[in-house]
């Protein structure tokens, strides 16, 4: 387990790096290129100030956005109602060597969960009102331990880092077609910045491909620091995915930022229908295709489910 830890923490840091590095390629030459265009290093440098300022204001002060767009309620660590709670966040931050974040409730109807921080808004938990009454205590401890793996593993920073560099390529894109000095010129940037289109298009898959290692990476530090882990979790994703099936059906209106989909325990695409035992074992059995999660910012419930059915059994 430890070693598949390692290789996901790798990969993803390599994936991350590699981004960065052909997306510097890839603009330096086109600013190389488009010199005679009357594009400049002046205008990629603005470009690049613009959309640093922007995530960099959306890194700092997302919590306070997120905790409006979901009704977050903080929870008084003097509580007597949830005192278990704040117990049990905090048993496992210490466990895996983090500062306990400030759990909040989410009063939407979806049963979810999610972690987030910044340097303004420190670290934060949150779950869903309904996940009190759909999961048992020792689901619910398998999947704060999931969120706080997220915590514990930066995936915040990361995400606002490499979602950067997408659209900083769509920008350059579009800097590009309306600083053209000629109608020659203009057919030419236009073609270039149509393949920056589908390039910056293509980054976002890879981004999606990053996120959904560390969502198995966050699974795995559940396994090791929730009691009954592997097994608590799978319920606890079965649960989730059972409910969004049956009795709630997500509204348009309630969609959220690629950056906060990305964060949360479950996709909320993620809608199936069927009891919970019935669902893990269709998903234990189930042959998932790339293709299939290629758009998806999560695993597949059924390879969720899978890894952790050999955590549980010690083949990993």
């Given amino acids: 387990m430890d070693l598949l830890s390692a290789k996901l923490r790798i990969a993803s840091l390599l994936g991350g790096i590699a981004i960065a590095l052909v997306a510097a390629a890839i603009i330096i030459s086109v600013v190389q290129y488009s010199f005679g265009t009357g594009f400049s290093l002046y205008m990629l440098s603005l470009i690049l100030l613009f ?15 997120i905790g409006i767009a979901y009704r977050l309620t903080p929870i008084p ?16 931050a210490q466990q895996s060597g983090i500062r306990a974040p400030k759990a909040y409730i989410a009063e939407v109807g979806f049963p979810n969960a999610f972690a987030y921080s910044s340097p ?49 390529i769509f920008y350059v894109a579009y800097g590009l077609i309306f600083s053209s000095n000629n109608r020659q010129q203009s057919g030419y940037a236009f073609i270039i910045a149509l393949a920056l289109m589908v390039i910056s298009f293509v980054f976002n898959l890879v981004i999606l491909g990053i996120n959904r290692m560390r969502e198995t990476y966050a699974d795995i530090n559940a396994t090791k620091y929730a ?14 995915v059972s409910y969004s099936g049956t009795r709630f059906r997500r509204k348009k209106t309630e969609a959220t930022n ?10 909320l695409n993620s809608e199936a229908d069927g009891g ?4 893990l074992e269709k998903w234990r059995g189930m042959k998932v295709s790339f293709l299939h999660s290629i758009f ?9 489910i899978q890894l ?8 990993n």
């Avoid at 660590?77 to 496992?92: A, F, K, T």
């Avoid at 309904?130 to 331990?145: D, G, H, T, Y």
């Avoid at 998806?296 to 969720?304: N, Y």
């Fill in 258 to 267: 690629n950056i906060t989909s990305m964060l949360l325990f479950s996709d």
């Fill in 308 to 315: 952790l059915e050999n955590i549980r059994k010690g083949l």
């Fill in 296 to 304: 998806s910012s999560h695993p597949h419930p059924a390879k969720r």
């Fill in 120 to 168: 303004v808004a420190g670290k934060r938990v949150a779950i869903t009102r309904p996940m009190f009454s759909i999961l048992n205590r020792a689901e619910l401890e398998a999947v704060l331990a999931h969120e706080l793996g997220h915590l514990k593993h930066r995936d915040v920073e990361l995400l606002f880092a490499i979602g950067l560099i997408p659209s900083l």
């Fill in 77 to 92: 660590e003097n509580d007597p109602n949830y005192s278990w709670l704040i117990d049990m966040v905090r048993g496992i």
């Fill in 276 to 279: 919970v035992n019935a669902l």
């Fill in 227 to 240: 009691s009954g882990g592997a097994a608590n979790l799978q319920t606890a994703l079965a649960k989730i």
């Fill in 51 to 65: 959309i640093l300022a922007i995530d960099i204001l959306q890194w700092l002060f997302s919590p306070y956005l």
